[in-house]
């Protein structure tokens, strides 16, 4: 009925756009839904007129314009930002355009109840945010990424995985900060997910731990943090070559930026068809939880390395990956609803975002400091490829390659950077699942 | 109080898991790495010798002679395969022959049939 009145008024504002004009009576009862719809042949002009501008008013009740709240405008700011920066400087376009784009989708004013926003059951968006909300997205993001991860670097050089463990101290202990400020176990989870550098990751675990349905020990429900922890984790992701550099210049001397490690072996086809297979068994038996992100992440990994199913891996890794990164980086954008999203919560998980980025970074380096006590000779790794141990992949890697070549030019260490970067990946899906299995 | 209580406690089992956590992620990469280290190099070689035998040493390999193999035959393969790796172009004849396919005149290419016989 309502949207009958609507599609009236707007049809009467077309055909009499005169009285519009010179009327000066308008009915501030708007609301009233009782309005009869003035098309009986006796209805005089003047009904007609001032029913239009109940329709009229209505129909201006239900524009953004009238709905528009600071916090949203606030929003639609920020994702004009994101856009911005994906388009000029070239932060990470793939996330920042769509994420972007859904922060405006998610923070256009509406009246709720028309099955409008993201949040509202049986909405378009609400549909697709269950991808998120039931953490499916996230294991096809590692299919795909497994597809296209090379493990060669880390095969050839198996002691640089425990880089990747190293940056792990990140999340725990971005997970005691957060418990600190007073969130609750399972939120603090989700939280500190974010140091593991992984949007995937930390999608996954927050749509498991903090995801607003979940019941808490004393009976209240956890907040939903999973927008606040994604564009969290996405936005560091971007901002890795503006946060790790100077860490690196802070923990490593001038002399050990030098290291020159020796060139990585050649690894077999043998090799890298049985490193999925091996890695699956023993990840997945260790951390059952994290099975969905690396069951397909060494799932695709195979696909890739057996030789047989180019034509899979090379779906996994270009269409269907693009596929599930549209659909997640809308939504996690539209999930910004402003009435959700701008709370003191969010401001505190951005805060401790960026402190367990610093801490992951430098747990990275100091480890492979430490590392290096215990290595001679040519067996001796350049620390700065501990800061590649925070996942990020491959953005962290060209950091570090590129911050080596700063010191010497003749100094690459992308491939070498790539062994802590991909066994990050592995270390923080483990870790999702330890935190998972104690707190899920 | 009970809140307090509550904090405290959420805090020592933010501890378990912050120690535990981090001792299970280093030990499972490290499970990881010292697999590819150790094992997957022990685990080929056995593979290989699965499929393919021991590997024996130079001196384990028997000479056997072939009596009909002889110093004839050995110099014919290798010319053989002298000429052979010699010849990956072969000499073509330089002479080059222009061969008239067709007459230079047939009412096929006339100009003249095609003009009087234009489509109305």
Redesign the interface.
């Known amino acids: 009925m309502k949207k009958l009145i609507i599609l009236f008024s707007v049809l009467s504002v077309l055909l009499f756009v005169r009285p519009l004009l010179f009327s000066t009576t308008i009915s501030p009862d708007f609301n009233n839904t009782s309005v009869t719809v003035t098309n009986t042949p006796k209805a005089d002009e003047e009904a007609f007129y001032s029913d239009a501008f109940k329709g009229i008013n209505q129909f201006y009740h239900y524009t953004g314009f009238a709905n528009a709240k600071w916090g949203n405008i606030i929003m639609i700011l920020i994702g004009i930002i994101f856009i911005y920066l994906g388009i000029k400087y070239d932060y990470e376009p793939l996330l920042l355009i769509p994420i972007g784009a859904g922060v405006i989708l998610g923070n256009i004013p509406f009246v709720p109840g028309n099955q409008t926003g993201i949040y509202e059951a049986g909405s378009v968006f609400n549909y697709l945010y269950f991808g998120v909300v039931k953490g499916i997205y996230p294991p096809l993001i590692f299919l795909g990424i497994g597809a296209m991860t090379d493990f060669s670097s880390?095969?050839a050089n198996?002691?640089?995985?425990?880089l990747?463990?190293?940056a792990?101290?990140g999340?725990?202990?971005t997970?005691?900060g957060a418990?600190?400020l007073g969130f609750?176990?399972p939120e603090?989870?989700a939280i500190g997910i974010i140091g593991g550098a992984d949007g995937p990751t930390a999608i996954f675990l927050s749509s498991k731990l903090a995801n607003g349905v979940n019941l808490l020990p004393?009976g209240t429900t956890v907040k939903n943090l999973i927008g606040p922890i994604a564009i969290a984790a996405y936005s560091y992701m971007a901002l890795v070559p503006v946060i790790q550099p100077p860490l690196m210049r802070l923990l490593v001397n001038k002399e050990d930026r030098k290291i020159k490690m020796k060139p990585p072996r050649a690894v077999?086809q043998?090799?890298k068809m049985?490193?999925p297979v091996?890695?699956l068994l023993?990840?997945t038996f260790?951390?059952p939880s994290a099975l969905p992100l690396l069951g397909m992440l060494f799932f695709g990994n195979l696909l890739k390395e057996s030789g047989r199913t180019e034509r899979l891996a090379d779906t996994a890794r270009t269409k269907l990956i693009d596929i599930v990164t549209i659909l997640l980086g809308v939504t996690v954008g539209a999930s910004t609803q402003a009435d959700i999203f701008i709370t003191k919560d969010s401001m505190l998980i951005f805060g401790l975002g960026a402190i367990s980025f610093v801490i992951a970074t430098m747990g990275g380096l100091l480890f492979a400091k430490f590392m290096n006590l215990f290595l001679k000779g040519n067996n001796k790794i350049n620390p700065l490829i501990g800061a590649a141990g925070v996942s990020a992949v491959p953005d962290s890697a060209r950091v570090v390659h590129a911050e080596a070549l700063k010191s010497d030019p003749s100094n690459y260490l992308l491939m070498h950077a790539m062994a802590p970067n991909v066994?990050g990946v592995?270390?923080s899906a483990?870790?999702a699942g330890?935190?998972l299995s104690?707190?899920g | 109080m009970a809140n307090i209580l509550l904090f405290t406690d959420q805090m020592s089992q933010g501890y378990t898991i912050l120690i535990t956590g981090l001792v299970i992620v280093f030990c499972a990469l490290l499970t990881l790495s010292l697999f590819f280290q150790h094992g997957l190099p022990v685990m080929l070689y056995l593979y290989k010798i699965i499929t393919k035998g021991r590997e024996k040493k130079i001196k384990d390999i028997k000479v056997e002679a072939d009596k009909e193999f002889t110093g004839e035959i050995a110099a014919a393969i290798s010319l053989a395969l002298h000429m052979y790796l010699n010849e990956q172009h072969d000499n073509e004849n330089a002479v080059l022959t222009i061969k008239q396919a067709r007459k230079l005149y047939s009412p096929w290419s006339s100009k003249i049939y095609g003009i009087q016989n234009r489509i109305k």
């Open positions: 880390l095969i198996p002691k640089l995985m425990l990747g463990a190293a792990q101290i999340v725990f202990a997970f005691l418990l600190y609750n176990l603090a989870g004393d077999s043998k090799e049985i490193f091996v890695a023993l990840t260790i951390s066994s592995i270390g483990i870790a330890i935190i104690f707190l």
